[in-house]
């Protein structure tokens, strides 16, 4: 009876690792010194590309958005990392027409990708676990996507 227990919770074990590992496949990306400047990132589910950053040196989950014009931090997240509201704007989402505040962070790091003095709006109503990283980010990197998967890597790297 122990074994077949120990069996079934070894099993269960491997396959809620393998489905984590589906739905964040860069969980593992390492962020800070000695971090790759060249990231191969892998799809997850939709093929949204999710990644382990850090934002003004606090950790946050952030979602690669190649269509949004700046980083769209929601505003339970904006608590946490301690960012200020600047003066209120109307930003266009998916949902619509909201109003965001506009806020300036101080350094972004995916990797070894770093970029600092970025633009990005608050967004309240946004619930979302995770920041989209837009374009006032990823401006300052090359970017490609190749075989399903998306590379990004400093200007001028090989």
Known sequence: M???????LLLWWGFDTLLDRRARPNSGLVTGAGAPARLVLEAGPGGHYRVPGEINGQSVQLLVDTGASHVAVPGHIADRLGLERGPGMRVQTAAGTVRA?????DRIEIGGLAVRDVRGSINPSMDADFVLLGMTFLRHVDLRQENGRLILQAPGDA
């Open 2 to 8: 122990i074994a077949v227990f120990a069996l079934l």
């Open 101 to 105: 505040y506009a806020t300036t962070l």
